[in-house]
C-alpha cells in the first residue's frame, strides 16, 4: 500500500462482506418458499425477502466498488485521496441509510413504508430493484455525488491512466443512469422503457467499464505485464461493451408495447453482448500467461481468471442462450431469466469485487499476501461458491427449459402454479446449492482469519 | 494483440463507438415514444388507472409477480389476468379480497393486503388497461401467460 488513504477501503470491504451474508440469507430463505410457500408467512412473505435480498445485492456491491475506487485511484493517480474525510462520512451515511431502508422493508409493511416516507411527493417505489423509499434514492444520489467529487478530483489533480479514466467514467455513468429512477410515469410503456435505462445501462453497460477497469488493475500488479498491453485490451473490451450494450438495450423493449422493430435490433445487438466478455477471458488468460512474476497472493490471481470465465459464461453465453426474439418470445420472464440473472451477477460482478478484495486486503492489513493456509481456505471457498453457483444455474436453467414447455409451448399449456408445482425437484436441489454457496462463503470469511506459514516473497 | 493494432486506435474505436451509438440510442428513443400511443393504451389512461398504478406499486406486487414478463418469477403473469379472468374486473377484485390472512398451509399464498373497495377498484382497471397494451406478436404466447 503507498498511500494512507487507499486504507479507507477496508471498512468498504467489511460493510460489503457483511450485507453479502445477508443477502445470501435472504436468498436461501427464498429458495425454500419455493417449494415450502408457507415458510415464514404472513411475516417475511415471498416480496419482501426478494426486495432485501436484490436491494442488499445492489448495496453491497456499491460498497465493494467504493471501496475498490478508493483503493486504486490514489496508486494510479499517484497522490493521496482528495479528502480521506469526506470518504469516512459518507461511509457512514450509506451504511445507516442503507440499514435503515432494509429494516423498513423487514418491519413495517412496504404501503406502510411508503406512506411512512411520503411516496405520493414524488412516487418512485414498487418498481423492481427500485423499490428503495424516494429518500433513500435522494440519500444515494447525494452520497455517489460526494463520492465522485471526491475521486474525480483526486484524479484530475493528479496521474491520469487510462484505468482510472475509464473506471471515472464507469462510476459517473453509474450515477447519471440512476436519475432515471426518478422518472415514474403512469404510462406503464414509458415507466417500463426507461426503467431499463437504469437497469440495463447499469449492468449492460457502464458497470462493465468498472468491471473491466478492476480487472486490468489487478491484472497489471499480479502479472507485472506491460501496462501499455493491458491498456490496450482494456480500451478495446469497453469499446465492445457500449457498441453491443447501447443498442443492445433493445433487447428488453421485445414484448412490452414498443415497437417491432425492437426485436431486430435489439436481437442483433446483444448478440453481440458476449464479445466483450469473451475478449476478457481471453485477455486475462493471456496476460497471467505472460506474466513476469509470480505474485504469492494465488488467491488473488485464481479470482481474476475466475471472474473472467464466470462472466463469460453468465453474462455472455446464458444472456445469449435467451437474448433472440424468437427465443425470447417463450422464455421472457421464466426460470431461464432468474438463471441468467443468478450467473451474471455472481461471474461478473461479485467476482470482480471478490478480486479486488483478494488482492487489496492483505496489503492494507501490512502483508504481501494472505498466509498459505488461509490462502488455501480461500481457494477452496472460491470452487465452493464458484461450483455451487453453477449448479444454481443449471437447475433453474433445467427448470426454466419445463417450465417454458408445459406453460407456454405444449399444445395443451398448464397454469403457472400448477408448472411450479411439477417443477418441485428442481427448486429443491437448488436450495441444496444454495446452502453450499452459504457455507463457501462463511469458508471465505473465515479465511480472514486463518494464521499459518507467512508467504514467501518471490519477487 | 499485433504490434500494428496501437492503443491509439483502440481508444478511437472506444470513443468514437460509444459516442456513436450511445446517439443511436437516443434518437431511437425519440422514434419509439414519438410511436407510442399507437401501441401503448394511453388512451385508457385515467386518473383511476394512474391510482391503480400506485396501488400496485406501493404494495410491491413486482416482488412476487410479472407484468408483461418483467418482475419475479414466483407468482403469475398479470399482463394479461384481465383476459385470463374472463375479462372481469370483478374477478379479479375478489380474487385479492379474499386472500387468507394467515396464508395456506404449505401453498404460496398471496398477503392480505387490507385494500379498500376504491384501492381494489384502481388496481383492478390498472391491470385491465396493461392488458390494452398492444404487445409485439401478442405476447404473452398464450392465456396461462
Known sequence: MKYESQGIAKMYFIAAIGLFVGQILFGVTMGLQYVMGDFLFPEIPFNVARMVHTNLLIVWLLFGFMGSAYYLIPEEAERELFSPILAKVMFWIFLVAGALTILGYLLVPYARLAELTMNDLLPTMGREFLEQPTITKIGIVIVALAFIFNIGMTVLTGRKTVINLVLLTGLVGLAVFFLFSFYNPDNIVLDKYFWWFVVHLWVEGVWELIMASLLAYVLIKVTGVDREVIEKWLYIIIAMALISGLVGTGHHFFWIGTPGYWQWLGSIFSALEPIPFFMMTLFAFNVVNKRRRDHPNKAAVLWALGTAVMAFLGAGVWGFLHTLAPVNFYTHGTQITAAHGHMAFYGAYVMVVLTMISYSMPLMRGQKAANETAQKLEIRSFWTMTLSMVAITLLLTGAGIMQVYLQRYSADPLPFMVVQDELATFYWLREVAGITFLIGLFMYIYSFFVKGKEVEDVE | ?145
Open chain 2, 1 to 145: 494483440m499485433r504490434e500494428t493494432f496501437t492503443k491509439g486506435m483502440a481508444r478511437n474505436i472506444y470513443y468514437g463507438g460509444s459516442v456513436f451509438f450511445f446517439l443511436v440510442l437516443i434518437g431511437l428513443t425519440v422514434d419509439t415514444v414519438k410511436r407510442l400511443p399507437a401501441t401503448d393504451n394511453s388512451e385508457n389512461l385515467t386518473e383511476q388507472v394512474a391510482e391503480g398504478k400506485r396501488v400496485w406499486e406501493v404494495n410491491n406486487c413486482i416482488g412476487c409477480h410479472t407484468l408483461l414478463g418483467e418482475g419475479a418469477y414466483f407468482a403469475p403473469e398479470l399482463g394479461n389476468v384481465y383476459t385470463r379472468f374472463g375479462e372481469s374486473t370483478e374477478a379479479i377484485k375478489a380474487f385479492i379480497k379474499y386472500r387468507p390472512v394467515e396464508g395456506i398451509e404449505d401453498r404460496r399464498s398471496m398477503p392480505q393486503f387490507n385494500l379498500t373497495d376504491e384501492e381494489l377498484e384502481a388496481v383492478a382497471q390498472f391491470l385491465k388497461y396493461v392488458d390494452g397494451v398492444k404487445t409485439a406478436r401478442d405476447w404473452p404466447p398464450n392465456i396461462q401467460g
